[in-house]
Structure formats: C-alpha cells, structure tokens
C-alpha cells in the first residue's frame, strides 16, 4: 500500500508537469460571411509556437501557459485581430476569431490624349519604367530566385535607404536610413501591397515564393507619385504579387 505522503508528493509533480505542459487553444478563423479562411497565423503571447488555420479555417495551439492572455490572429489582406482570452489548466480553450477584409484603394487613373492607364499596376511601362529611371532599388523576380532570401524582408536589408527593425512575436518594420552614416531611424516606410497600402504585419505573412518584384525608395526625393512622391517623407517599399 502506499503511503498518504506518497500519494500527495505524486499528485503535486503530476499538477506540476501539467501545468508545465500548459494548455490548449484551439479555434476556427472565419470571414464575414462565415466562411472558413486558411492560411491566418494565430499566436499567443509568451508563446513561441505559432499555428496556421486549415482549410476548414481551425487552428490549435497546444502547451500554452494558464491564465490571462493575448490571441493575435494575422492574415495577408485582412485587418488584425488581437483578442483577450482566459486560458484554464485542463480545459481546451476555444475561440472563434472573424477577420474583416482590408479596404482596398482603386489605384489612380492617369488620362492623356495617347492612353488612359493605371498607376501602380505591375508590368508594363509601369515597374520596367521605374526601374530604369533609377532613383530605387528593384528585384524583379529573376533577382529574387539568384538572391535566394529566407523570407521576404530579407530582400530589404539589401536595400542601401532602407533597414529592418524587428519587434516581438516574429514582427517587423520597415524603416528608413538617414544621414551620411546610414543611422537607421524610427522612421516607417510606407508599405504597398499590389498598390494597396498595407500594415507592416503583412510582411510576416508573405511566403518569397508569393513575390513577383519588390521596389524600394529611401526617402521623399526618390519615391514615385504612385507611392506618395515628396509626402512619403519616410520613403516607400512596394510589393508585387505573383498572380
């Protein structure tokens, strides 16, 4: 028989081990009109792992520590979701997060005698012309492949105006280089995605295999009118998906 000693000390390292093992989170991600949406990155702070949505739009999160935490859920295209949830030791933590798609800007209208044509769209007299008048730093997709980056913002640290400040939860910045140093400021680049201006979550979210061109502009001098000219006073960074 074993002791009432024993038994308790083997009770209080089992609760130990659970509650180093912590709990789950587990939940859907759906859209607006309750669709299920794949492919949205759900963390927990003080959580190092991450999850992906499934196609059937459900995550799950396993060995996240008790008590009051922060559900952030991350999507290319959808406005971030941050949500205050109650994790309980033994109890699978259930959450539905619904993600409201970005509102998009129509790219401006250029009107001559000659032609009508969108400014900011990829291709054509647009990113080739650009990127022979100079003024920026350009990957075209043939780069990309040769240069052979990890993850997208990779590509910015090549850049010679631009610098990447990385924050928690996997999250980063673009920021502008100032000075005859190169000093890196906390100044922020405005992001375009498609020539759409996007949140810098966005560039967490982006896979390399996604990108068709990147290019990139230090400061107001240099930034196209397609990208806020001499009022992006941080300079500018456009992102070109493959389509």
């Given at each position: 028989m074993w002791s009432s000693a024993l038994i308790v000390a083997l009770l209080a390292i089992g609760a130990a081990s659970m509650e180093a093992q912590g709990a789950r989170v587990t939940g859907v991600v759906l859209d607006s009109t309750r669709a299920p949406?794949?492919?949205?990155?759900?963390?927990?702070?003080?959580?190092?792992?991450e999850a992906r949505s499934d196609s059937t739009g459900r995550f799950a999160l396993a060995g996240v520590a008790v008590g009051a935490r922060r559900l952030r859920v991350r999507r290319v295209g959808a406005a971030p979701v941050e949500r205050a949830i109650v994790v309980v030791e033994g109890r699978a933590a259930e959450v539905e997060i619904v993600l409201d798609a970005l509102a998009q800007r129509l790219p401006a209208v250029e009107v001559s005698a000659a032609s009508v044509r969108l400014v900011g769209v990829m291709g054509g007299s647009d990113f080739a012309g650009r990127q022979r008048m100079g003024?920026?730093?350009?990957?075209?997709?043939?780069?990309?492949?040769?240069?052979?980056?990890?993850?997208?913002?990779?590509?910015?640290?090549m850049t010679s105006g631009l610098a990447v400040h990385s924050l928690p939860d996997n999250q980063v910045k673009l920021v502008t280089k100032r000075g005859m140093m190169g000093v890196v400021s906390k100044c922020e680049v405005a992001l375009f995605l498609d020539g759409v201006r996007v949140p810098h979550d966005v560039l967490a979210e982006l896979?390399?295999?996604?990108?068709?061109?990147?290019?990139?502009y230090g400061g107001p001098a240099s930034t196209p009118v397609a990208f806020g000219g001499t009022g992006?006073?941080?300079?500018?960074?456009?992102?070109?998906?493959?389509?």
């Open positions: 949406i794949s492919g949205a990155t759900v963390s927990v702070d003080g959580h190092r792992d003024g920026g730093t350009f990957f075209s997709r043939a780069r990309i492949d040769s240069l052979r980056p990890r993850r997208v913002h990779d590509l910015f640290r896979q390399v295999d996604h990108v068709e061109a990147i290019e990139a992006s006073v941080c300079g500018a960074a456009a992102i070109w998906s493959r389509r």
